[in-house]
Every structure is written in C-alpha cells, then in structure tokens.
C-alpha cells in the first residue's frame, strides 16, 4: 500500500475533485519528493540538534574523565609498587639485622680475641650488621677507652 498514494487519493475524494489514476501519479510524485526534501528545504537537517550537541559535550566530558582515571590508576599502582619496593627493603634489611650471627650471637661483639698484630683485645666488634650498631652505639657514645691506641695501652 502506498502511502502518500493513498492520502492523495482520500484527499480529492474528500475535496469532492475528479481526477484520474495518472492525475494521482503525478501529485503523489511531487508530495513525495516535497517529503524527502523537507528536512533540507526547513534547514531541520542543517541546524545542529541541541540534543546532539550536549551528548557531543558530555561524550567528551566522559572521555576526558576516563583518561584521568586511568592515569590515576596508574598513579596508584606506581605508588603502590613504590610502597611495595620500600616494605621488601626495610624487611629484608630488618631481617638482616635480626639474622642469627654465629660469630657474636647477635649481640654484636665478640669476647676476647687477637689481633693479627698479635695484641689481645678484651672484646671486639662483630663484622655484621649488628656489630656494625654496635660500633656505632659506642663511637656516639665517644667512650675514652674506645679512642685509645691498642699500642699504648
Ligand atoms: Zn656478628
């Protein structure tokens, strides 16, 4: 069924006007190619939709958003690899530190003991880390006995 055929032909009927199937053709054709040609005759298809401008802008309001996110994100797991990093460092140093010494028994020095000079110490710091603390402990302290030369003892 025809569509604009139809209304065309209900519309002369209505009017009260004769026509033939051929007049018909000819008006159907010409309403027809008036219909098509609406949007660009009106300038409907020409002004852009406000509709569609606002879902432009929205559209590139989320994209920008989307991108901030995702640095963000990225921000984060640089961050959290970071913390991550510096957990495993402070554990394996602490580990390090609390590790057993077979030489000092993790006190950090080591009773008695000859130098390679052959000269007697009383005690000694160990060469791990926690003789290490050790040896730092006591310079901070600036114990006399400790800047005195073995030598002249
Ligand atoms: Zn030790």
Known sequence: ????KECISEA????GITVTEEQIGIVTSWVEGAHENYG????YDTIPNPENTEIKE????????????????????????K????????????EARDAD???CHNTGIIPGGVTPDGIEMDREFCDCPKGEEEYESYSEMAHPAFNEDPNNV
Request: aromatic share 12%.
């Open 1 to 4: 069924m025809d569509y604009w």
């Open 12 to 15: 002369f009927e209505d009017a």
């Open 40 to 43: 660009l005759a009106s300038g």
């Open 58 to 81: 929205l559209k590139r309001l989320l994209k920008e958003e989307r991108e901030r996110i995702r640095d963000l994100t990225y921000s984060n797991d640089r961050l959290r690899w």
């Open 83 to 94: 913390i991550w990093e510096l957990k495993e460092k402070e554990n394996s140093e602490h």
């Open 101 to 103: 010494c077979p030489k």
